[in-house]
């Protein structure tokens, strides 16, 4: 199992440019997360994915948009980059029935 | 709104020594409290978790304390070692419908000097 997968791990871009960060997950989990973290700030939900077909804003959802695809994934998509949108970016995922969040490996994101 | 607040934002400790991290949250429908562990470039990983019905839990080194009637708990661990040195966040647990959702303190910066 490769756990919670995400891609890329390193990105630069643009203020203006779009671009959507994947995460893919094999452990046959029902919710799923997208997360930002910034020094000094911890982990801030922006969009979670509560079972497939459904998703709900978290606590920073302004600026982006999120897709989950199928079960297994759930992308998050920049429409229009900010700097203030650099920051590293993780996907987690967890089991219905189950207390733990996984996380992936994180997306490194710099808005120049 | 910080809903978890964690102190100290770093930790220098010694080898062999104990660390101790401490976290306070205000909402009481939290219903459960992991810690984090993250090394450099690497996601963060479960290292333990607590329910608020009981008050201690052990693993190993790692110990969680958890104080309901003061909405506080902690992570301590014994012996720190050099492997131990990584960032450590706490979180709380709150069900939004069907939807589970974690709330992060800011993290701690734990370096163990030999």
């Known amino acids: 199992n490769a756990g919670v997968t995400q891609t890329p791990k390193f990105q630069v871009l643009k203020t203006g440019q779009s671009m959507t960060l994947q995460c893919a997950q094999d452990?046959?989990?029902?919710?799923m997360y997208w997360y930002r973290q910034d020094p000094g700030m911890g982990l801030r939900l922006i969009y979670y994915s509560a079972s497939e077909g459904t998703t709900d804003k978290g606590e920073v959802p302004n600026g982006y948009n999120v897709s989950r695809l199928n079960k297994r994934e759930f992308s998050l998509r920049l429409e229009s980059a900010a700097p203030s949108q650099t920051s590293v970016y993780f996907c987690?995922?967890?089991?219905?029935?189950?207390?733990?969040?996984?996380f992936g490996p994180g997306t490194r994101l710099t808005v120049l | 709104q910080q809903q978890v607040k964690q102190s100290p934002q770093s930790l220098i400790v010694q080898k062999g020594g104990i660390s101790i991290i401490n976290c306070a949250y205000e909402n009481t429908a939290f219903d459960y409290f992991p810690w984090y562990q993250q090394f450099p470039g690497k996601g963060p990983a479960l290292l333990i978790a607590?329910?608020?019905?009981?008050s201690e839990k052990k693993e190993g080194r790692f110990t969680i304390s958890f104080n309901k009637s003061a909405k506080q708990f902690s992570l301590h661990i014994m012996d720190s070692q050099p492997g131990d040195s990584a960032t450590y966040f706490c979180?709380?647990?709150?069900?939004?419908?069907?939807?589970?959702?974690?709330?992060f303190g800011t993290g701690t910066r734990l370096q163990v000097m030999l």
């Open positions: 452990m046959n989990h029902n919710s």
């Open positions: 979180a709380a647990r709150a069900y939004t419908g069907t939807a589970s959702k974690l709330t």
């Open positions: 987690a995922s967890r089991l219905a029935s189950g207390d733990t969040q996984y």
């Open positions: 607590i329910r608020p019905d009981v």
